[in-house]
């Protein structure tokens, strides 16, 4: 069996949901391409209704701030829901700390965040890959991190990777290259 363990705090792991985004909505540039794409179309079409409506004076600068707002939204809202998501936390009397205990055993893989415990039988992690400080295995499309920052050196990270990918279904396997490529590189 091989484990890890260590405190997380609420949030921490924010970073690392970008690569599960992308492997959820695709690339980045594709998704804020459309979103951009979609927001002129429609700052257009009311920049069109507005001059047939008013002609002598069309309001293009609305349409172009509402743009530019959503983006700017789009971009930073991340950052400050996690900041006043943490201090509403904190202003309850709820702990920012979550101690994580990750075990590979050779039936499951157990993870434990504070007092959530779940178990997946090994057909149900589909891949494990690294995003920014983090192993993370996707469990049945549900992400489970691992912080790399619990091992105390390279050689433990490196077997706990490869006491994982052991048990790992041959699919799952395939999915992983990052994992495999850590170990054999």
């Known amino acids: 069996m091989s484990n890890i363990s260590g405190v997380l705090k609420v949030g921490e792991a924010q970073a690392a949901m970008r690569a599960i985004a992308t492997r959820q909505r695709g690339p980045a540039l594709v998704y804020y391409g459309l979103l951009c794409g979609l927001m ?9 209704v507005d001059i047939l409506l008013n002609p002598p004076d069309a309001h293009m600068g609305f349409a172009i701030g509402l743009m530019v707002g959503s ?11 996690l900041s006043r998501f943490r201090k509403r936390l904190s202003a309850r009397g709820i702990s920012l700390d979550l101690p994580l205990n990750m ?9 434990t965040v504070g007092d959530v415990q779940q178990r997946a039988k090994w057909n149900a ?12 295995f996707l469990v049945q499309s549900s992400p489970w991190f691992a912080p790399k920052h619990f091992f105390a050196d390279a050689p433990a990270e490196r077997s706990f990777v490869e006491a994982a990918l052991a048990r790992m279904g041959e699919e799952a396997k395939r999915r992983s290259s990052d994992a495999v ?5």
């Open 40 to 48: 002129i179309l429609g700052g257009l079409g009311g920049a069109a």
């Open 71 to 81: 983006v700017l939204y789009v971009l930073f809202c991340r950052r400050i829901t």
């Open 103 to 111: 075990e590979v055993t050779p039936n499951a893989l157990a993870y």
């Open 125 to 136: 992690v589909t891949e494990l890959f690294q995003s920014h400080g983090y192993w993370i």
């Open 181 to 185: 490529n850590f170990i054999e590189g």
